[in-house]
């Protein structure tokens, strides 16, 4: 595999808020129709130097980084990722999802589907937390994958990842809108405009949800380091309220409602699973302030993993108080801790619950807001995307640009979309990143490009192919056979002694200079079969709109993001390859000065 450097003198060229041509398509290609047909038929050349170049952390580190034009600046701590963490994560998730998934899917055993969900959510914030820690960029598992699996497959992810991103904001907006509407005491959709001319899934208009998030991108755009204040005093409150539910919940508790405990069967735990693994979105966010974080060794471990282990008890916890105070046949999917409180006499309780309700979701938007941008500034760094959006604004040293056409793109897609549509889709593409990112983390550890013999890269090609081979077909067979479990006799051992052998026959290539995930090969290997069979949990549409979401990305990067990169990457081999000149002249002339001397 190959090595591609950047450029760091675009950032020179940087106008600020100028909107002409050359902020969008300054590159070679670009620059006349001629060029363009030039650039369109060496696209085969062009695509096979994407696909096998890698790019280099120090490259990431610097000259990508540089691109900004001015830096991001460092003043998060642990504390800080701790509260970022918890305020992405506990939002609409526990407070619209649990009640529809406990109804429709999983009944009390919705306590095991958060377990499960919370378990890969660990897994990834392991390999996600190594990867923080030795490459503390702001673009988060794009960069990560850029590294290590190459330009094309880091674009393919990062398209989903700005899917994920836009939906779950959209999704938690519209919720919002349920949860104000339940503390004025009125129907959700009373405060959606009913366009009947369109289909079902889109006809409910959201106007509040919008107002919401614009009022967020306000907020995101002035200060990172305020955000983080207003998101932990608000966070704490939040887990205040949570505290609550659980204590007042308690005191209604019957625990006949947690009878029939597995209404739906081990698979409805499993579907329901694949749907709340959306309430654990968000953690991804705080790798990609790593850039703006003091020290990263010490703060980013601390604050990813004391995040999730919070979020996944208080998930655990309310699910159980949630099932045990009414019947999960008589819970609200709209908005089902409020509703419950009410049927056990507690109306007052349910003004408590929808204003904490509320809390956490405007705490999901804004700290969303602020990862969001950070992985499209990363992105536009490489000329995927236009580098108009890598702009940082000197006095704030936020990313405006980025942050406001993904809040708007949110926004356009809150106004329309039903709920259900937008978690079933967020919830492939967020599985898809974090399995990537596993099979990332391998490659990392077991692959340095002229160290690793071909024998063991040959190996580990191998062992990785059979470990995604018998994920998927685990997955398969579980999504096709309804009773059978014939097929697990052979993919779960296929996928065991796969792991074995990688980790028996293939040295590690590479040791975690800071933190390093425990265990490996297991983790990365249980992540990636865990994220695949959660995948096989999900509907045949939402596989649909991911395949349409997917075809689109491609035609952009065949036509656009593709000749964009590549330009970017050569003209910054030429820009090294002259510096290396002018220092080796450099060194000559004064060589030859002190030899006349």
């Known amino acids: 595999m190959g090595t591609g450097g950047d ?92 009640g529809q998934e406990a109804k429709e899917a999983a009944g009390p055993a919705v306590v095991l589907s958060f377990a499960v969900s919370g378990v890969s959510a660990m897994l990834s914030v392991f390999c996600y937390t190594e990867f923080a820690v030795e490459i503390p960029v702001a673009g988060g598992s794009f960069a990560y994958l850029r590294v290590e699996l190459g330009d094309f497959m880091a674009f393919i992810a990062a398209g989903n990842i700005l899917l994920e991103y836009v939906i779950g904001g959209a999704a938690v907006a519209r919720s919002w809108t349920s949860y104000f509407a339940t503390l004025l005491n009125h129907h959700p959709n009373d405060f959606r405009i009913h366009a009947t001319s369109l289909s079902a899934d889109y006809s409910r208009l959201d106007p509040i949800a919008c107002v919401v998030i614009a009022v967020v991108c306000i907020v995101a755009v002035i200060s990172t380091k305020g955000t983080s204040r207003f998101n932990y005093i608000a966070s704490i409150v939040h887990l205040a309220i949570i505290l609550f539910i659980i204590i007042a919940g308690l005191t209604k508790a019957n625990t006949h409602n947690l009878t029939p405990f597995t209404p739906f069967g081990t698979r409805g735990i499993f579907s329901a699973s ?9 953690f991804d966010a705080v790798s990609t302030m790593a850039e703006e974080t003091k020290n990263p060794a010490k703060d980013i471990p601390i604050g990813l993993v004391g995040a999730m282990s919070i979020t996944t008890a208080c998930y655990c916890v309310l699910a159980l108080v949630l099932c045990l105070m009414q019947p999960y046949t008589k819970i ?83 106004f329309f979309t039903s709920l259900g549509i937008l978690s079933n889709l967020l919830s492939i593409s967020t599985l898809f990143i974090f399995m990537l990112v596993a099979v990332a983390l391998l490659v990392r550890r077991y692959y340095v490009s002229g160290e690793t013999t071909s024998a063991n890269r040959n190996k580990l090609i191998a062992y990785l192919l059979l470990i995604l081979s018998s994920s998927v077909a685990t997955a398969l067979y579980w999504a096709l056979s309804k009773k059978g479990w014939v ?111």
């Not at 694949?274 to 968000?282: N, Q």
């Not at 089902?336 to 705490?363: E, H, Q, R």
């Open 274 to 282: 694949a749907v709340l693994f959306f309430a654990y979105v968000g």
């Open 7 to 98: 450029d760091g003198g675009t950032a020179a060229r940087r106008r600020g808020c100028s909107c002409t041509k050359d902020d969008f398509l300054p590159e070679e290609s670009f620059q006349s129709w001629e060029n363009y047909g030039r650039a369109l038929r060496e696209t085969g050349m062009r695509l096979r130097d994407r696909v096998l170049t890698r790019s280099l952390e120090k490259s990431e580190l610097t000259e990508v980084r540089a691109r900004s034009g001015h830096e991001m600046k460092k003043n998060l701590s642990w504390w800080d990722l701790i509260w970022f963490g918890i305020g992405a994560v506990i939002g609409a998730g526990i407070f619209v999802l649990t």
């Open 487 to 597: 097929g697990y006799l052979v993919t779960v051992p296929v996928w065991f002694l796969s792991t074995l052998g990688l980790h028996v026959t293939v040295p590690q290539a590479r040791k975690p200079r800071l933190w390093g995930v425990p265990l490996v090969p297991w983790l990365p290997s249980a992540s990636i079969v865990i994220n695949i069979f959660l995948l096989g949990s999900i509907d045949g549409l939402s596989f649909a709109r991911f395949g349409v979401w997917t075809v689109l990305l491609l035609v952009y990067y065949i036509f656009l993001g593709l000749h964009a990169s590549y330009d970017t990457a050569k003209a910054a081999e030429m820009s090294k390859e002259v510096t290396k000149i002018e220092e080796g002249n450099g060194v000559a002339a004064m060589d030859g000065h002190a030899t006349g001397a």
């Open 332 to 414: 609200d999917p709209d908005a089902p801790f409020s509703v419950a409180f009410s049927n056990v006499g507690m109306d007052w309780a349910k003004y408590i619950v929808a204003f904490g309700a509320l809390k956490g979701m405007t705490t999901v938007l804004l700290v969303s807001a602020v990862g969001q941008a950070r992985y499209l500034t990363h992105i536009a760094r490489t000329h995927m995307v236009p580098p108009w959006l890598a702009n940082v604004h000197p006095r704030t040293g936020t990313p405006i640009n980025a942050t406001i056409v993904m809040l708007v793109a949110t926004a356009v897609i809150a």
